[in-house]
């Protein structure tokens, strides 16, 4: 018997299908061993050694591995072929050598780009050893993550109360779209005219025409600035007789785009589709490890993670034939495609994203998929596909136009584009973040000579805008070119700062919080050197040349942490004034906008006397007065929308408009605890009526109708069909809610409390008051994923009132954060669940035993979260005893020697989770 070792379970249970009865394949479910989330586990004064402990469900797969081996023929390690899963199948190795049992098994490394029969033989067949700088470059890319996390974090938390992590990349994507912020807030709108002539030949064919050149001089898109001149040319214009000085007609080609890299996929599938790159990669990882079809599972893309753009040789022949038979022969180039890659590493520039068997079209996989995976493969299909078609053959055309008005003449270009032949555009076009009309229609017939009559003269006022914000697709992008992080790690990048609250998505658009800001201010102003865009390149570029054999990997971390460590001393003597003062030069013109000439924008409202400025308190950084404690005015960070004086309300205040009913102000604020809307003012005693905002409502999504509609909850919604007594949908101190009488059930994620309906509210209270419901489910019934393979029970995932879950009916685990529960499958939820039953989860009966449980559970969580937290470059949010362990420490964390420790039970992720995490 051999045995093979595979990441996920999924993927298991395909290769074991085509290998057959003479190989036992396991999944390791990512990684069994980790680096313990607490001081010390990287020593820098022991020649950096690592301190590795086994995960706790990595324990149980590795009693399963070391079982399976025991009088096996061979070891074959079939982790990812990438990076991480050399490290993976080292990891293995190493805990098998420490429990001595692989004497006398030999051990193969094998990879396979795609999960087919095919792939999978030939990967058997030629077999290698671990490659141990890719080990390297993994080892070295840990240690810096867990280097920078567990030093920075600490002097941040000590620095900036109400901060939560740092981390190598995510501060640096931080501050990219940080930058972007200040950019927006510096810009300064510049006026200019544009005219445009509406012309006609003489056979009655209409175009327009640009201004472009006056008196031989030509004019630029700024030139003309202020509406004095535009009214000048438009009269000259109006008085012109027009002619056609010169045609010209030039053939041109656009070329198909190479297919998919892993940057590539998630950027386009965020373009088309709206799914964040997490999303993308999650779905992507179901595609690769297989879907069951015709009664065999069958992997349906090549491996995900991969700069590569280039294709197997049988590949392009099978996209060839695909193109000739659905579109015919004139659509297939005379000599296929050749692309190359950009990537460094050639290690790593693996083949491109594509379809493992290209006859597979995606009309007739679709009904073997749920309908984001039926996209996600019909964009990768078609993408592919398009790569090997022929080029699209256009007409550009470009006609000079004159305009006599008495000795002056006057210069017009008129622009046109036609597509002679659609080639690849057929099936496939790019998209674009911010789409501009570049395919102007085709031209009339005209000559050299020809005069034009006019129709009309239009002068149009524009201003120029300042660069947008950064989309998910657009940040990805940006940091591909710069090189910051690697294309695998992007889409946990890009989680993490969501879910630090440093940066929110709102109308698909990346805005940084406060938050955020405050700790890219302190790095910038006391780190700058860790969060420049070359410095991180550059080390991607150094741990990249590991894994090519080119240098000592621990040569980087010493000259790393020489600089680093010496960095982080230096802030330990920092004075809170000056903390205060780099942030206040730096956030100035966001926390202090302008409010017109001659208004002091730091001047205290309240008092008059006063300054405004960054104060630091137990809850994170506010705006004080100077005056303090004579005068308490105090405000968020930013105003909301802008101040609100204007509108005689207080700073942080938008007023929306009038309650029709009472003709007060209905106002958008900021609050100590986020943003609200309120009636009117405060009359004495009496307070006035606020609303705060639902989770997941932006401000700039609030207008009157909603504010109104907030300020009205809670608002009936049905009857109880049995006690007639009223159903009431409002917000409270857990979120939405539904009620009837003293019975509440949360609103599930997809509800909306300003929109939930009759039936919907009266399901929830009603399986709520049957106990269907459950605690946590709010009435949810919630989807069936299957059955557990263990015990035989349905497996169904819920809507909880602290997020969603999987459960069995008898044991809950909750979904790691940021996982959809859309997108949970049966083999993302079994490992969950067995996770949580050796943690001692499930239903428990009163008293003693069911406190140790759920102190062991809260236990379990918060070891998870320090554990993905670490996983991703930074250290874990701070808590209570955390905190106060960092004020304390005397010299950076990760200097102090390894402590021995067990660590609590935690409910680990699944293998595709915790890949779309790992580089």
Known sequence: MKVVVVESPAKAKTINKYLGRDYEVLASFGHIRDLPPKDGSVDPENDFHMLWELEDRGAKRLSDIAKAVKGADKLILATDPDREGEAISWHVLEALNEKRVLKGVPIERVTFNAITKDSVAAAM??????????????????????????????????????????????????????????EIESFVPREYWSLVATLA?????????????????????????????AERFKKDLELATFAVSNVEAKPAKRHPQPPFTTSTLQQEASRKLG??????????????????????????????????????????????????????????????RKYTTKAKNAQEAHEAVRPTDMGRLPKQVARYLDAEQAKLYELIWVRTLASQMESAQLERTTADIAAKVGPRTLELRATGQVIKFDGFLTLYQEGRDDEDDEESGRLPPMSAGDPLDRQ??????????????????????????????????????????????????????????????IVTAFLEAFFKRYVEYDFTAALEEQLDRISNHEIDWKQVLRDFWRDFSASVGDTKDLRTTQVLDALNDYLGPHIFPQKGEGIDPR?????????????????????????????????????????????????????????????LDVSLRDGRFGPFVQLGEAEGDAKPKRASLPKGMTPSAVD????????????????????????????????????????????????????????????????????????????????????????????????????????????????????????????????????????????????????????????????????????????????????????????????????????????????????????
């Not at 640009?210 to 630029?220: E, M, P, Y």
């Not at 205290?604 to 630091?616: A, F």
């Not at 405000?635 to 207080?650: F, M, V, Y």
């Not at 008898?810 to 079994?830: I, M």
């Open 201 to 229: 030949t003489k056979d009655g064919g209409v175009f327009d025409a640009r201004l472009v050149g006056a008196d031989g001089k030509k004019i630029t898109r700024l030139d003309i600035g202020n509406g004095e001149d």
């Open 456 to 517: 009309r003269i239009a002068s149009t006022q524009h201003f120029t805008e300042p660069p947008p914000r950064y989309s998910e697709a657009s940040l990805v992008k940006r940091m591909e070119e710069l090189g910051i992080g690697r294309p695998s790690t992007y889409a946990s990048i890009l989680q993490v700062l969501k879910d630090r609250e440093y940066v929110t998505l709102d109308k698909k658009r990346l805005y940084a919080h406060d938050k955020g800001r």
């Open 704 to 919: 009157l109708e909603k504010a109104l509609a907030l300020l009205s909850l809670p608002r009936e919604v049905a009857k109880h069909p049995e006690s007639g007594e009223p159903i009431k949908a409002g917000i409270g101190r857990f979120g939405p809610y539904v009620q009837h009488g003293k019975t509440y059930a949360s609103l599930a994620k997809d509800d909306d409390v300003l929109e939930i309906g009759a039936n919907r509210a009266i399901d929830l209270i009603v399986a709520k008051e049957s106990g269907a419901g459950g605690r946590r489910g709010g009435g949810d019934p919630g989807r069936t994923l299957g059955e557990d393979p263990i015990s035989g029970k349905p497996i169904v995932v819920k809507a909880g009132r602290y997020g969603p879950y999987v459960t069995d009916g008898t044991t809950n685990a909750t979904l790691p954060k940021g996982t959809e529960a859309d997108a949970v499958t049966l083999d993302a939820a079994v490992p969950l669940l067995e996770a949580r039953r050796a943690a001692g989860g499930g239903k428990k009966a009163s008293g003693k035993s069911a406190s140790k449980s759920s102190s062991k559970s809260a236990s379990a969580r918060k070891g998870t979260t320090r554990k993905a937290a670490a996983a991703d470059g930074e250290a874990p949010e701070k808590t209570a005893s955390t905190a106060k362990k960092a004020s304390a420490a005397k010299k950076p964390a990760a200097a102090k020697k390894p402590a021995a420790a067990k660590k609590p039970a935690a409910a680990k992720k699944p293998a595709a989770e915790k890949k779309s995490a790992a580089e």
């Open 603 to 663: 001047a205290c409202p309240t008092c008059g006397t006063g300054t405004l400025s960054l104060k630091l308190g137990k809850f994170g950084a506010f705006i004080g007065c100077s005056n303090y404690p004579e005068c308490r005015f105090t405000r968020q960070l930013s105003a909301a929308h802008g101040e609100g004086d204007a509108e005689g309300g207080q700073p942080g205040t938008r007023v929306l408009g009038k309650d029709p009913e009472t003709g």
């Open 275 to 336: 799914m964040a790159p997490a999303q993308t990669m999650r779905v992507a990882q179901r595609l690769y490890e297989g879907v069951e079809i015709g009664g065999e599972t069958v992997g349906l893309i090549t491996y995900m993670r991969t700069d590569g753009v280039d294709m197997a040789p049988e590949a392009v022949r099978a996209a060839r034939a695909v193109i000739g038979r659905e579109f015919g022969d004139r659509y297939v180039p005379d000599v296929p």
């Open 125 to 182: 067949r030629a077999p290698r050893q671990i490659d141990q700088a890719l080990v390297d470059a993994y080892l070295a890319r840990r240690a810096l993550d867990y280097l920078v996390g567990f030093t920075l974090s600490p002097v941040l938390w000590r620095k900036l109360p109400g901060s939560r992590s740092a981390g190598r990349v995510q501060s640096v994507a931080l501050r990219l779209v940080c930058d972007r912020e200040r």
